[in-house]
């Protein structure tokens, strides 16, 4: 079939990705206490067609025919979130027994199955319990992620393969409390600067915390993107790397002992006065890196009249002036939420990664495309975009091994379509499709491609 899936070691880890508020749906079961997302959700305006996570893939319900639709993938593994609401419905206290035992159900299932279990323990549904209190901009939101952390790895740790601390905090902090498009929809740029460092010591008092309970190896997901210069002119390279210490270093230098990269110098006012001693905390040694991998970014020195929104906008505040390149001007194809398809962004960053931070192990934790999917008459879903999508960015990780950076294992996201959060249902990203109104799910081309593709021998 391809010949780079000779490049991948029987021991390679094959899997997708999801996350709880994404798929389990049986929002209010059980104790099941509120989520910010199940809070976003109700405000009118703030998910495309007025959508909720409320139903979603019942997967809660369906876990069982989902485990054998990961085995007639042929994954080896799995990686889902933890639902903090459903262990802790107000983000303190005791634990609820009914939610926890959910989780040992999937568990024991995926185990029976063959697949092993990598447990994300926060997919941004913080409760909105400690939401009230003030959210990730509140110091003590990162002590009780480190006691919830410590309860789920006391009753799952023995069994799972990889424990993933946060789920990309960039996303959960800047577009939750910078810009607002997701929850709690917040647009306060000094406290989502708060709220990047409570979130960063979260991760390193949930590394100490889980270590604690048990021997499972450790790690985080971060969002990364491989962030280039328009042309070659300084001035670009200098955007660029701006860019780069913006969306990747800003969470990766720390964790790895780096310290804050200087572009954060004049939002440091926002963090706590004793931060520095944080730093050693947030530094815990990590068993491996996940990063997440959709798109890069291309930035030049704005022109003109170019008006800084979004990120630029955030590094206008620190003082550098950057303007994004418009996926649309850079001459690839775009997936249907408009991205770049760029799959050689995942080769450089990966590389890069492994020359600045030199992780014992890396995973792509998530990777993945939306179209606008069309179920034929016949039943089939003939997505050959994504099944291209999925070829190219694996041929990218392979010339990775071949070059000898640890490589360990693969996402896609997702197994199915889901509550694409802000998005709400409109934008599908599963190897199976699914119709919401019955939750009859079936299995894409692109899914039937990767399904070959691993099982190849
Ligand atoms: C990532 C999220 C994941 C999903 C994909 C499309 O940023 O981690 O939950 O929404 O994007």
Redo the contacts with the bound molecule.
């Keep these: 079939m391809t010949e780079f899936r000779s490049s991948f070691p029987k021991d390679f880890a094959w899997g997708t990705a999801t996350?709880a508020t994404?798929i389990e749906g049986a929002a209010f079961t059980d104790g099941k206490g509120l989520s910010i997302w199940d809070t976003f959700s109700r405000s009118k305006g703030r998910i495309l067609g007025g959508d909720t996570a409320d139903v979603a893939c019942d997967h809660y319900h369906l876990w069982a025919d989902d485990i054998k639709r990961m085995q007639q993938l042929g994954m080896n593994a799995y990686r889902f979130s933890v639902a903090w609401t459903r262990v802790q419905p107000s983000g303190r206290g005791r634990a609820v027994d009914r939610g926890l035992e959910f989780y040992d159900r999937l568990i024991d299932g995926l185990l029976e199955a063959g697949i092993a279990p990598w447990v994300t323990l926060y997919?941004?549904d913080l409760p909105q319990g400690l939401e009230d209190a003030g959210g990730w901009t509140n110091r003590d939101t990162a002590l009780r992620f480190a006691e919830y952390a410590h309860i789920v790895a006391e009753r799952i740790g023995s069994r799972a393969a990889g424990i993933i601390t946060l789920?990309?905090p960039w996303?959960f902090t800047l577009l939750g409390y910078a810009l607002g498009t997701h929850a709690p929809g917040k647009t306060d740029l000094s406290g989502a600067f708060k709220a990047v460092h409570h979130a960063l010591l979260a991760h390193g008092l949930g590394v100490a915390a889980i270590r604690e309970a048990c021997n499972a190896p450790v790690g985080i997901?971060l969002?990364m993107s491989s962030c280039e210069p328009a042309t070659d002119s300084s001035a670009d390279e200098r955007a660029a790397a701006a860019m780069d210490e913006l969306v990747n270093g800003m969470f990766a230098d720390p964790i790895f002992g780096r310290g804050y990269p200087s572009l954060l110098e004049p939002f440091m006012p926002a963090f706590p006065l004793d931060f520095e001693a944080d730093l050693k905390t947030i530094a815990a040694p990590i068993d491996f890196l996940g990063v997440?991998y959709?798109f890069r970014h291309v930035v030049r020195e704005p022109r003109a009249n170019a008006i800084p929104e979004g990120l630029s906008a955030i590094l206008r505040f620190a003082g550098i002036p950057v303007e994004v390149v418009p996926d649309a001007e850079r001459g690839h194809p775009l997936t249907g939420f408009g991205w770049e398809v760029y799959p050689q962004g995942l080769h450089n960053q990966i590389a890069r990664v492994h020359e600045r931070y030199k992780p014992t192990a890396l995973y792509i934790t998530?990777n993945?495309a939306?179209y606008p999917d069309i179920l034929e008459p016949d039943g089939s879903i003939r997505d050959l975009e994504r099944q291209r999508y999925f070829e190219l960015h694996l041929e990218q990780c392979a010339r990775l091994i071949d070059d000898g950076v640890p490589l360990r294992g693969y996402f896609a996201?997702?197994l199915l379509d889901n509550f694409?959060?802000a998005e709400g249902y409109s934008k599908r990203?599963g190897l199976y499709f699914v119709d919401f109104e019955t939750q009859a799910r079936t299995l894409k081309t692109s899914g039937a491609w990767l399904r070959d593709f691993i099982t190849q021998t």
């Design positions: 996350a994404q997919h941004w789920n990309e996303v997901a969002s997440n959709y998530e993945g939306t996201w997702s694409e959060w990203f």
